[in-house]
């Protein structure tokens, strides 16, 4: 069974902190992606990777950065943390990228 | 207009009720279509992918329109425990990304 781990079910940091979130999976898949979900909005997809050092900007990236340097680990920085990025952040991974997703147990983040 | 759009709901059904689902889809070259389920404060969970013939996994089917851009999900005898919200899932015209529909929300009562 596939396994996508986030650091943290829930998180809070103070506005204009640098933030990290984490997502590793155990099925050597080659593409991940980070989501965040929001009530009405469903989820939008903010950055995604194909393969190590590889990154491809989501629909909404701005406000973040990403870092991919070994292939089960895919990283999400908010560079400087605004209340409007309060929100649940979902990783996904999959084999191939027209295939289904794998999620992790996401992770709450609330900006004070 | 939206590349997935669903009802957000919510369907309020007794058990043992049959529901069904539409989701449309404005991309006409998508090739993949899925459907996940989502329970209240967790993550997604693939449901099933759906199929141009259609298919069926116990008491779920689903089925695929391409002429009309559009796939259902039908529930049969529904349960409890089907209280859920399920999002529909098209991939993009490049076949790289997926992208989710708002999601339905179903309430199964006693």
């Known amino acids: 069974d596939v396994k996508v781990t986030q650091s943290s079910r829930y998180l809070v940091k103070r506005t204009g902190e640098k933030v990290f979130l984490e997502c590793v999976q155990d099925?050597?898949?080659?593409?991940m992606f980070w989501y965040r979900q929001d009530p009405g909005l469903g989820l939008r997809l903010i950055y995604f990777?194909?393969?190590?050092?590889?990154?491809e900007k989501g629909d909404i990236p701005e406000g973040y950065s990403v870092s991919r340097e070994k292939k089960e680990r895919f990283s999400l920085i908010l560079e400087s943390a605004s209340t409007n990025q309060t929100s649940m952040y979902l990783c996904a991974s999959t084999t191939t990228r027209d295939q289904p997703q794998h999620f992790g147990d996401g992770t709450r983040l609330s900006i004070l | 207009r939206k590349e997935v759009e669903q009802d957000p709901g919510p369907f309020n059904v007794p058990e043992g009720a049959t529901v069904a689902f539409n989701c449309t889809y404005s991309?006409?070259?998508?090739?993949?279509f899925f459907w996940y389920r989502q329970d209240c404060r967790k993550e997604p969970k693939l449901l099933m992918s759906v199929y141009s013939s259609g298919n069926e996994d116990g008491r779920f089917t689903a089925q695929l329109n391409r002429a009309s851009q559009y796939i259902s999900l039908l529930i049969r005898d529904s349960k409890l425990s089907d209280s859920a919200t399920y999002l529909c899932?098209?991939?993009?015209?490049?076949?790289?990304?997926?992208?989710f529909g708002t999601g339905t929300r179903l309430a199964v009562r006693p």
């Open positions: 099925m050597d898949h080659e593409n």
């Open positions: 990777s194909y393969d190590v050092k590889m990154k």
């Open positions: 899932v098209v991939n993009n015209s490049s076949g790289d990304k997926l992208t």
């Open positions: 991309n006409s070259a998508s090739q993949s």
